[in-house]
């Protein structure tokens, strides 16, 4: 592991790249020196004068790695500390600032990029396309392979909290070998790929709920968090919206979808008022929640959800 580099700005949106990114540059420092002291600090931890302590040379040459994040909120006094440092800096700090991109804080933002930083971009991942990219750099990055309708099932399971599928991928690269299809995909979650949570979702909005019943339960005794049920499901139901507002001309690319997903959809959507994919959103809204905490017996939650999106 090389070691990091002076001074690194990580900047975009996207908290938890961002957080991947500081945690990779403070693991390469550890690596080069391991009684490395690392300071991590938000705008609101730091009182006046203590920014320009924190990397003040030291009398012994410690090693120190000085982590100020969300740098749009400094006070002006604060920023202007951290441009006198830039203009001098010390050899034994490694800096890292954190910036989620836009208009506050441009100002400090642009006189730091004057100081040539590595810099980390950490995008909003919007589409459910990016989704299944990043899945798919998981796995390039641990030199193994995942299909393309693979890594969409898993975005379309987990949901869009790329912490959630990171953790997705990590499983799933612990518990499986070589390419990963949509087998081990449904395997992975249940033990058996007719109980995946996608499948489950299928069934429902296809108006089989007694079929997606029996599956539901076998999920549930399996082990399949209630929450991944509900995101599938919610996933599912998302698709079968925008299949149907966008009409039978729109291409997949367009709705940001694979063609398969799109035809899958378009085929679910049939019978679907809109009186009625708004009862099932409000549904499963509800559902989300009660799995979250606010009801007692989140089977009984998923089963109520499942019994109401069958109701035209």
């Known amino acids: 592991m090389s070691a990091p580099a002076p001074l690194t700005l990580v900047t975009g949106p996207q908290e938890f790249l961002a957080d991947r990114a500081v945690a990779v540059i403070v693991a390469a420092a550890k690596s080069a020196d391991p009684t490395v002291e690392i300071c991590d600090l938000a705008p609101g931890a730091l009182a006046p004068g203590t920014f320009a302590e924190l990397v003040s040379p030291s009398l012994f040459g410690a090693a120190k790695v000085v982590i100020l994040r969300?740098?749009?909120?400094?006070?002006?006094?604060?920023?202007?500390?951290?441009?006198?440092?830039?203009a001098d800096p010390v050899d034994e700090i490694v800096l890292v600032l954190t910036h989620p991109g836009g208009v506050k804080g441009k100002a400090l933002l642009e006189a730091v990029q004057k100081f040539k930083p590595a810099v980390v971009d950490c995008p909003k991942l919007a589409k459910p396309g990016d989704r299944a990219a990043f899945l798919r750099n998981e796995f390039r990055q641990a030199n193994r392979k995942i299909t393309d309708e693979a890594a969409q099932l898993v975005a379309d399971a987990v949901g869009s909290d790329l912490r959630e599928l990171a953790a997705a991928a990590s499983q799933l690269l612990a518990d499986t070998e070589g390419t990963v299809d949509e087998t081990a995909v449904g395997q992975y979650y249940t033990g058996q790929a007719e109980a995946s949570g996608f499948t489950i979702a299928d069934l429902i909005l296809d108006g089989r709920v007694a079929e997606a019943m029996v599956q539901l339960r076998f999920a549930l005794d399996t082990g399949v968090a209630p929450v991944l049920l509900v995101s599938a499901l919610a996933s599912g139901l998302r698709n079968l919206g925008k299949a149907a507002a966008a009409g039978p001309g729109?291409?997949?690319?367009?709705?940001g979808m694979p063609p398969w997903l799109l035809?899958?959809?378009r085929r679910q959507a049939r019978g679907w008022s809109p009186e009625r994919l708004t009862r099932a959103v409000l549904a499963v809204a509800t559902a989300d929640a009660e799995v979250k905490g606010a009801s007692a017996d989140p089977a009984y939650a998923l089963e109520k959800c499942a019994v109401a999106l069958s109701q035209r």
């Open 70 to 86: 969300d740098i749009q909120d400094l006070e002006p006094g604060q920023g202007e500390e951290v441009k006198r440092y830039l």
């Open 250 to 255: 729109a291409r997949a690319a367009d709705l």
């Open 263 to 265: 035809e899958k959809a």
